[in-house]
């Protein structure tokens, strides 16, 4: 069975609204988790490291501001587009690392902003 | 970087046998990894190396040399199932994170 949850699967939402997408590590415990996004055909881009009780670390060229992450608890790091436009829709994917273990991913969230 | 490269398209026959290249250059790395991805969802693990060798798993294999900066995942009796796009990822030693490929994707054609 999974053990990274991710939810919303899919979202549609207007231009200049804000979505909220949640990652949570389902039997074990992830002080880091990433959160990466994809173009369709094209590779993994990571977004960001996100970090429990501490800031996220940003990847160069993605917005801090635009793209919020809390990590409040060990298994749960939310990702919020903010003030979202149709260049932010994308497929965006949560990472965890159990320890010693491999990744483990979410379902994944397709977003549309329309 | 880690210009990690990776065919971008192979086509196989179901039955068949196809094997995916994937060659790196880093400064290091823990190990490395193979994701299969069907179109719209997840990646899921596939075999992760972390010494030079093979690793077996069922029919699905893979393969590390570090002194050629070279992998290949070898998948054998291809299924109409096995169509996806193939990640090849190296788990970097300074921070843990995990640097992808672009990915082949693998057509198998009956």
């Known amino acids: 069975g999974a053990v990274v949850s991710q939810h919303p699967s899919r979202v549609i939402c207007k231009s200049g609204t804000s979505v909220k997408i949640e990652c949570r590590s389902l039997?074990?415990?992830?002080?880091?988790m990433f959160w990466y996004r994809q173009f369709p055909k094209k590779s993994l881009m990571l977004m960001a490291t996100?970090?429990?009780?501490?800031?996220?670390?940003?990847e160069q060229g993605v917005e801090k501001d635009k793209f919020l992450i809390n990590h409040a608890s060990l298994t749960l790091s939310t990702l919020t587009v903010t003030s979202a436009h149709p260049e932010d829709s994308s497929f965006y994917i949560c990472?965890?690392?159990?320890?010693?273990?491999?990744?483990?991913f979410g379902q994944g969230t397709r977003l549309t902003v329309v | 970087g880690q210009n990690i490269d990776q065919p971008t398209e192979m086509t196989a026959t179901e039955g068949a046998i196809v094997q995916i290249n994937c060659t790196y250059q880093?400064?290091?790395?823990?190990?490395l990894f193979w994701y299969q991805q069907h179109a719209g969802e997840a990646p899921t693990f596939l075999s992760y190396n972390v010494l030079d060798g093979l690793e077996e798993k069922g029919r699905f294999s893979s393969f590390l040399s570090r002194s050629k900066g070279y992998s290949y995942l070898l998948l054998k009796e291809l299924q109409m199932k096995d169509s996806a796009s193939y990640l090849c990822a190296l788990l970097l030693a300074s921070d843990y994170k995990l640097s992808f490929g672009a990915g082949t994707t693998v057509t198998v054609r009956a």
């Open positions: 990472s965890a690392n159990r320890p010693g273990v491999e990744a483990f």
């Open positions: 996100s970090n429990e009780g501490s800031k996220a670390t940003y």
């Open positions: 039997d074990f415990q992830a002080t880091t």
């Open positions: 880093t400064s290091g790395f823990n190990g």
